[in-house]
């Protein structure tokens, strides 16, 4: 499950917002994470690949304080994480049962794993920001997962945010939430986000120059020779 570093420091300096762009271009509009704002204001943008756990709804026979130390849970799936992956967690919206708290959070650190993503929310809220783990959510709450929902398993396809997730697939948080490479698209999408977000740039100075939006944005071919002028004397 590693990311070559080069292209962790490329998906670094993208936005997620210019991913959207670039990954509707090759026709995917469903890979933005419904629900997956950034915990705590100020986080920086995280890069890895995708570590899948899954929720169910709570079912009373086996959403039982018991089932944390079965082998199939929470705690046995943080053991079995790499470094640099990035969790995705299908807690299927519910937002009154906290999938992680505190220790789960603090154990995930000294794994380092690079962050923890998820379309439910957490609990022990102090303890999670003071573990340090970059996290993105829908929020928090104190009642314990075992509240509404039944840890199922990891490392298969979820649904995170109404977005299909598979491991290894790639994703990235900002300010703006999560959004999902499909690692079929991973190389494409690193040639050409680079040179996205160089245009848009270019295009922000022009802005700040006075230059009206019509053959600017998008450009026109007479704006294109002058992007090019510009690219050519860099």
Do not use: H
Not at 6 to 27: D, M, N, P, R
């Amino acid at each position: 499950m590693s990311l070559d570093p080069a292209a962790i420091e490329i998906l670094k300096g993208v936005s997620t917002a210019t991913l959207t762009t670039v990954l509707l271009k090759k026709g995917l509009r469903n890979i933005w994470m419904r629900g997956t704002k950034p915990l705590k204001p100020g986080q920086e943008r995280v890069v890895g690949p995708a570590f899948t756990l899954r929720f169910v709804p709570a079912r009373e026979d086996l959403a039982t304080p018991e089932s944390w130390a079965s082998p199939i849970s929470t705690r046995a799936a943080i053991e079995d994480m790499p470094e640099g992956c990035i969790a995705v967690v299908d807690a299927m919206g519910v937002q009154d049962a906290g999938i992680f708290g505190d220790i789960l959070c603090a154990r995930m650190m000294k794994r380092k794993v690079a962050a923890l993503i998820s379309d439910g929310v957490v609990r022990d809220l102090e303890g999670v920001l003071g573990s340090g783990l970059p996290v993105w959510c829908d929020g928090m709450a104190a009642p314990p997962s075992v509240a509404g929902l039944t840890f199922v398993g990891w490392q298969q396809p979820i649904a995170c945010g109404g977005v299909a997730v598979f491991p290894g697939d790639i994703v990235v948080a900002d300010k703006d939430g999560a959004v999902l490479i499909p690692t079929a698209l991973l190389d494409a999408v690193l040639a050409e986000a680079p040179e996205q977000e160089r245009m848009e740039g270019w295009i922000m100075t022009e802005i700040d120059r006075g230059v009206p939006l019509p053959g600017l944005y998008p450009m026109n071919a007479e704006t294109k020779a002058r992007y090019q002028a510009w690219k050519d004397a860099q």
